[in-house]
C-alpha cells in the first residue's frame, strides 16, 4: 500500500530515510533504494496557503522539471523533464502523467492535466529520467499524483478564496470510514477572468474515492473523477511590438473569434489489490475514461481550419504481480506486468469565422490507438551494499486513421511500431545515511496523432515520420531525509535520435524529425531545517540542451543550437516557517534567458519572481479549526513571460511571430478555510 507522508520537505518535519515509499517505479522502494532521479512532495507543499489553479504552484521546486503556462486554461499547463515536452504547443508530450495510479498519458502519448485534483491532493511523485521501460512511449519521466481517501483523511472542509482579476474559487470536502468501508469526496469551481482580454476560465472538477478493505491484505478502491470545464478563452500568442504595446491585450483575431476550448470529462477507474502470501500482491486496474472537446483557434484566413472538436473513448486494464525473494543470501524482488490500452477519438476540424458561422466540415475522421505491453523489473541484492536493478518492457503499438470524408480524397492511414525499452542500475550503500546511484535506460516517443499531419497536404499520415528514441545515463548521490542538511545531485546525460520537432505553416503546427540531439546537466536539491520551525529548501537545474545534428527541410543547418523552449539554468529557493498556529514562506524562482525558436534567433530574456503566502489556524470548538491565510504572486511586480510558444508563426517576420504569453503582475489573493 502507499504509504502517506507526514508534511515534510516535503513538509514540515523530517522522515527517516526510509520512512518514503516510491510507488511510480512499478516496484515500491523506499526512496533510498531508488537508483533514479526521484522527488516527492507532501501535501502541505502541494496546498498550503496556495490557489490550487496549476500543477506548477506545488512542483516548482522539483530540480530538471520547467513547467509553463499557468494562467491560459485553453492551452492547458506545459511541463518538460529535461528538455522532453518543450515541443508540446499545448498539454504534455513526452511525460507520463497519473492519477491515483490511472493514465492521463494517451497511448499515443499526449497528455492532459487538468483533471488533477490539487485541491484533493495529498503527494505528487516526479521520476526523472526515461519512462518507456515503466509505462511505455515517453522519454521524459513520470509525474504521477495521489488524491486522499477516507480512511486517512476524515473529515469536512469548507474553502474560499478571492483575489486579483476577478479569481474566486470554492472547495468542498468529506471523508471518512463505516467499518470495512471508507469514502471521500470533494468539489471545487473556479471563476477567474484572468489577467488579459479573452482568458476567463469557469472550471468545475468533482473527485471520489469508495474503498472496500475487509482484510489487511486486500483492497478494493473505485476512483470516480468528472471535469467540467465549459469557458476556457485563449487570448493567443503576442508578438513582439504586440507585448511592447500592451501585455494584456489579446490578439485582435483571438477577440474576434472569441476563442477558447469547451471541455467535458468523465474517469472511473478500479484498483483491486490482494495478497497472496508474505510480500506478494498482484495489483490489478481497469479504467474507463470519456472526454467531449471542441475548442476555437486564435488564427483565421479564408478556409483556414481553425474549430477543432472530438469525442473520446479511452479505457484500458493491467495486473502485476509483485513480490520477492532470497538467492543464498542475496534478497531479490521483483514486479512482472501486462497492460492494454484503446484510445478512439471521432474528430472534426472545420472553418469559423468572426461572425461566428461555421464552415461545412473539412475533416471527420475516427483515430484510433491501440498499445498491448508486458513489463517486468527485478531488483538482486549483489553483495549487502550493492544492488543490481534490471528492467524490461515491450510494446506494440497501433495507430489507424479511418477518414469519414471522403469528397477531397481518402486520407486514411495506418501505422505500426513494435517497441522494446530497457534499464540497468546499480544502488551503492556508501553508508547507511548515504546512497549513490547510477543508471542507463532507453526509451521511445511515437509521433501523436496531431503530429502525423502531412505539411504538403497529400493524403494519409506523414511517412516521413518516425519515432524519436533515446538513451539515458545518469549517477546521482542522495543522503538521509532525516538530516539536518539533507541533499539530493543528479547528473544527466541524453542522446536523442530523430527528435521530432514543431514548425508552422498557415497557422498550423506540423512536425519533423531532427537528426540528433543531446541533453546534458545536472539537477540538484538541498533542504536544510536549522531549527525545528524553519526549513530552508532550494533547486538547482543546469541543462545543455542542443540540437547535435539538424538540417531543415530548406536546407538550413541548424547544428549546435539550442532546443528551444527551455533555459539552460533555473532555481528554485524557499524559506518557510510553521509555528504551531500559523505558517509563512517566501519564495524566490529564477529562470534563465531561452530561445522562442529553432534558429535561435530571438532569445527571451530570464527574469527572477517573488512570492510570499502565510496563514494562521485556530479552533473554533473541539472539533472544529479555521484557517485564514493570503499570498502575493509576483511580489515585486516584475514583467516575465508565463509562456513561450514554440515556433509559432513560422515564415513571418521575427518581431511579427505570436510567442509570447506575458505573466500577471502582482497579483494578491486570500481565504479562509474550515475543517470540521
Same mark, same amino acid.
Given at each position: 500500500?502507499?504509504?502517506?507522508?507526514?508534511?515534510?520537505?516535503?513538509?514540515?518535519?523530517?522522515?527517516?530515510?526510509?520512512?518514503?515509499?516510491?510507488?511510480?517505479?512499478?516496484?515500491?522502494?523506499?526512496?533510498?533504494?531508488?537508483?533514479?532521479?526521484?522527488?516527492?512532495?507532501?501535501?502541505?507543499?502541494?496546498?498550503?496557503?496556495?490557489?490550487?489553479?496549476?500543477?506548477?504552484?506545488?512542483?516548482?521546486?522539483?530540480?530538471?522539471?520547467?513547467?509553463?503556462?499557468?494562467?491560459?486554461?485553453?492551452?492547458?499547463?506545459?511541463?518538460?523533464?529535461?528538455?522532453?515536452?518543450?515541443?508540446?504547443?499545448?498539454?504534455?508530450?513526452?511525460?507520463?502523467?497519473?492519477?491515483?495510479?490511472?493514465?492521463?498519458?494517451?497511448?499515443?502519448?499526449?497528455?492532459?492535466?487538468?483533471?488533477?485534483?490539487?485541491?484533493?491532493?495529498?503527494?505528487?511523485?516526479?521520476?526523472?529520467?526515461?519512462?518507456?521501460?515503466?509505462?511505455?512511449?515517453?522519454?521524459?519521466?513520470?509525474?504521477?499524483?495521489?488524491?486522499?481517501?477516507?480512511?486517512?483523511?476524515?473529515?469536512?472542509?469548507?474553502?474560499?478564496?478571492?483575489?486579483?482579476?476577478?479569481?474566486?474559487?470554492?472547495?468542498?470536502?468529506?471523508?471518512?470510514?463505516?467499518?470495512?468501508?471508507?469514502?471521500?469526496?470533494?468539489?471545487?469551481?473556479?471563476?477567474?477572468?484572468?489577467?488579459?482580454?479573452?482568458?476567463?476560465?469557469?472550471?468545475?472538477?468533482?473527485?471520489?474515492?469508495?474503498?472496500?478493505?475487509?482484510?489487511?491484505?486486500?483492497?478494493?478502491?473505485?476512483?470516480?473523477?468528472?471535469?467540467?470545464?465549459?469557458?476556457?478563452?485563449?487570448?493567443?500568442?503576442?508578438?513582439?511590438?504586440?507585448?511592447?504595446?500592451?501585455?494584456?491585450?489579446?490578439?485582435?483575431?483571438?477577440?474576434?473569434?472569441?476563442?477558447?476550448?469547451?471541455?467535458?470529462?468523465?474517469?472511473?477507474?478500479?484498483?483491486?489489490?490482494?495478497?497472496?502470501?508474505?510480500?506478494?500482491?498482484?495489483?490489478?486496474?481497469?479504467?474507463?475514461?470519456?472526454?467531449?472537446?471542441?475548442?476555437?483557434?486564435?488564427?483565421?484566413?479564408?478556409?483556414?481550419?481553425?474549430?477543432?472538436?472530438?469525442?473520446?473513448?479511452?479505457?484500458?486494464?493491467?495486473?502485476?504481480?509483485?513480490?520477492?525473494?532470497?538467492?543464498?543470501?542475496?534478497?531479490?524482488?521483483?514486479?512482472?506486468?501486462?497492460?492494454?490500452?484503446?484510445?478512439?477519438?471521432?474528430?472534426?476540424?472545420?472553418?469559423?469565422?468572426?461572425?461566428?458561422?461555421?464552415?461545412?466540415?473539412?475533416?471527420?475522421?475516427?483515430?484510433?490507438?491501440?498499445?498491448?505491453?508486458?513489463?517486468?523489473?527485478?531488483?538482486?541484492?549483489?553483495?549487502?551494499?550493492?544492488? !543490481?536493478? *534490471?528492467? /524490461?518492457?515491450?510494446?506494440?503499438? +497501433? %495507430?489507424?486513421? #479511418?477518414?469519414?470524408?471522403?469528397? $477531397? @480524397?481518402? &486520407?486514411?492511414?495506418?501505422?505500426?511500431?513494435?517497441?522494446?525499452?530497457?534499464?540497468?542500475?546499480?544502488?551503492?550503500?556508501?553508508?547507511?545515511?548515504?546512497?549513490?546511484?547510477?543508471?542507463?535506460?532507453?526509451?521511445?516517443?511515437?509521433?501523436?496523432?496531431?503530429?502525423?499531419?502531412?505539411?504538403?497536404?497529400?493524403?494519409?499520415?506523414?511517412?516521413?515520420?518516425?519515432?524519436?528514441?533515446?538513451?539515458?545515463?545518469?549517477?546521482?548521490?542522495?543522503?538521509?531525509?532525516?538530516?539536518?542538511?539533507?541533499?539530493?545531485?543528479?547528473?544527466?546525460?541524453?542522446?536523442?535520435?530523430?527528435?521530432?520537432?514543431?514548425?508552422?505553416?498557415?497557422?498550423?503546427?506540423?512536425?519533423?524529425?531532427?537528426?540528433?540531439?543531446?541533453?546534458?546537466?545536472?539537477?540538484?536539491?538541498?533542504?536544510?531545517?536549522?531549527?525545528?520551525? !524553519?526549513? *530552508?529548501? /532550494?533547486?538547482?537545474?543546469?541543462? +545543455? %540542451?542542443?540540437? #547535435?545534428?539538424?538540417?531543415?527541410? $530548406? @536546407?538550413? &543547418?541548424?547544428?549546435?543550437?539550442?532546443?528551444?523552449?527551455?533555459?539552460?539554468?533555473?532555481?528554485?529557493?524557499?524559506?518557510?516557517?510553521?509555528?504551531?498556529?500559523?505558517?509563512?514562506?517566501?519564495?524566490?524562482?529564477?529562470?534563465?534567458?531561452?530561445?522562442?525558436?529553432?534558429?535561435?534567433?530571438?532569445?527571451?530574456?530570464?527574469?527572477?519572481?517573488?512570492?510570499?503566502?502565510?496563514?494562521?489556524?485556530?479552533?473554533?470548538?473541539?472539533?472544529?479549526?479555521?484557517?485564514?491565510?493570503?499570498?502575493?504572486?509576483?511580489?515585486?511586480?516584475?514583467?516575465?513571460?508565463?509562456?513561450?510558444?514554440?515556433?509559432?508563426?513560422?515564415?513571418?517576420?521575427?518581431?511579427?511571430?505570436?510567442?509570447?504569453?506575458?505573466?500577471?503582475?502582482?497579483?494578491?489573493?486570500?481565504?479562509?478555510?474550515?475543517?470540521?
Amino acid at each position: 500500500m502507499t504509504l502517506s507522508l507526514p508534511p515534510s520537505v516535503w513538509g514540515n518535519a523530517q522522515p527517516g530515510f526510509d520512512s518514503i515509499v516510491v510507488t511510480g517505479t512499478r516496484i515500491e522502494r523506499p526512496l533510498a533504494e531508488t537508483p533514479a532521479g526521484v522527488t516527492i512532495v507532501s501535501e502541505d507543499a502541494i496546498r498550503e496557503g496556495r490557489q490550487g489553479l496549476q500543477l506548477d504552484e506545488a512542483l516548482s521546486r522539483v530540480p530538471g522539471l520547467f513547467l509553463q503556462n499557468r494562467y491560459n486554461f485553453a492551452q492547458g499547463q506545459r511541463l518538460s523533464l529535461r528538455g522532453f515536452g518543450a515541443r508540446a504547443p499545448f498539454g504534455v508530450r513526452g511525460i507520463r502523467i497519473r492519477a491515483d495510479g490511472f493514465p492521463e498519458t494517451l497511448p499515443d502519448g499526449q497528455s492532459q492535466v487538468d483533471m488533477i485534483d490539487l485541491d484533493s491532493a495529498v503527494r505528487a511523485e516526479v521520476l526523472r529520467g526515461p519512462s518507456s521501460v515503466l509505462y511505455g512511449n515517453a522519454g521524459g519521466g513520470v509525474v504521477s499524483v495521489e488524491t486522499a481517501n477516507g480512511r486517512d483523511h476524515p473529515g469536512t472542509t469548507l474553502r474560499a478564496q478571492g483575489g486579483g482579476d476577478s479569481f474566486a474559487k470554492v472547495y468542498a470536502r468529506h471523508g471518512g470510514s463505516l467499518g470495512d468501508f471508507d469514502y471521500h469526496a470533494g468539489i471545487s469551481h473556479l471563476d477567474y477572468e484572468g489577467h488579459r482580454e479573452q482568458s476567463a476560465v469557469r472550471k468545475t472538477l468533482f473527485n471520489a474515492k469508495l474503498g472496500w478493505q475487509p482484510t489487511d491484505d486486500r483492497r478494493l478502491e473505485v476512483v470516480l473523477a468528472v471535469l467540467e470545464l465549459p469557458k476556457a478563452e485563449d487570448p493567443g500568442g503576442l508578438s513582439l511590438n504586440q507585448l511592447m504595446a500592451d501585455r494584456q491585450q489579446a490578439t485582435e483575431t483571438a477577440r474576434a473569434l472569441d476563442s477558447g476550448q469547451d471541455v467535458a470529462q468523465q474517469r472511473l477507474g478500479l484498483t483491486y489489490r490482494h495478497g497472496l502470501t508474505a510480500g506478494t500482491e498482484i495489483v490489478t486496474r481497469a479504467f474507463l475514461t470519456q472526454r467531449d472537446f471542441e475548442q476555437v483557434l486564435p488564427f483565421f484566413f479564408p478556409g483556414a481550419e481553425n474549430l477543432v472538436g472530438f469525442e473520446r473513448d479511452f479505457f484500458g486494464a493491467g495486473s502485476e504481480l509483485r513480490g520477492g525473494f532470497t538467492l543464498g543470501e542475496r534478497r531479490a524482488r521483483y514486479t512482472l506486468g501486462v497492460e492494454a490500452q484503446r484510445q478512439r477519438d471521432d474528430r472534426y476540424r472545420q472553418s469559423i469565422d468572426t461572425e461566428g458561422e461555421r464552415s461545412a466540415l473539412t475533416q471527420r475522421e475516427v483515430q484510433k490507438a491501440t498499445v498491448v505491453a508486458g513489463f517486468g523489473q527485478i531488483d538482486i541484492d549483489l553483495v549487502p551494499a550493492l544492488t !543490481l536493478s *534490471l528492467g /524490461a518492457r515491450a510494446d506494440r503499438l +497501433r %495507430l489507424t486513421g #479511418d477518414d469519414r470524408l471522403l469528397d $477531397d @480524397g481518402d &486520407d486514411s492511414g495506418a501505422r505500426d511500431f513494435d517497441e522494446l525499452s530497457g534499464s540497468a542500475g546499480l544502488l551503492w550503500r556508501v553508508r547507511d545515511d548515504l546512497h549513490a546511484y547510477a543508471n542507463i535506460a532507453t526509451a521511445f516517443e511515437s509521433p501523436t496523432f496531431t503530429e502525423f499531419a502531412r505539411p504538403d497536404g497529400d493524403a494519409g499520415f506523414n511517412p516521413d515520420i518516425e519515432p524519436q528514441e533515446s538513451v539515458n545515463r545518469e549517477i546521482g548521490l542522495r543522503n538521509d531525509l532525516a538530516a539536518v542538511l539533507h541533499f539530493d545531485v543528479t547528473l544527466f546525460s541524453v542522446r536523442t535520435d530523430d527528435e521530432i520537432t514543431p514548425f508552422e505553416r498557415d497557422g498550423r503546427t506540423f512536425y519533423r524529425n531532427a537528426a540528433r540531439t543531446d541533453r546534458d546537466g545536472v539537477e540538484a536539491m538541498a533542504v536544510w531545517q536549522p531549527l525545528p520551525p !524553519l526549513r *530552508l529548501t /532550494a533547486s538547482y537545474t543546469y541543462a +545543455r %540542451l542542443r540540437f #547535435d545534428r539538424f538540417t531543415t527541410s $530548406d @536546407g538550413t &543547418d541548424l547544428s549546435g543550437n539550442d532546443l528551444p523552449g527551455v533555459p539552460r539554468q533555473n532555481a528554485f529557493v524557499e524559506a518557510a516557517w510553521h509555528g504551531a498556529s500559523h505558517f509563512a514562506a517566501v519564495d524566490a524562482r529564477f529562470t534563465d534567458s531561452r530561445y522562442a525558436e529553432n534558429a535561435n534567433a530571438l532569445k527571451v530574456g530570464g527574469h527572477a519572481l517573488l512570492n510570499a503566502r502565510a496563514g494562521t489556524h485556530f479552533a473554533l470548538g473541539a472539533d472544529t479549526e479555521l484557517e485564514l491565510f493570503a499570498g502575493v504572486n509576483n511580489l515585486l511586480d516584475r514583467d516575465a513571460i508565463a509562456n513561450l510558444r514554440v515556433n509559432a508563426n513560422e515564415g513571418r517576420p521575427i518581431d511579427e511571430r505570436g510567442f509570447f504569453e506575458p505573466l500577471p503582475g502582482r497579483h494578491l489573493y486570500a481565504g479562509l478555510a474550515l475543517r470540521l
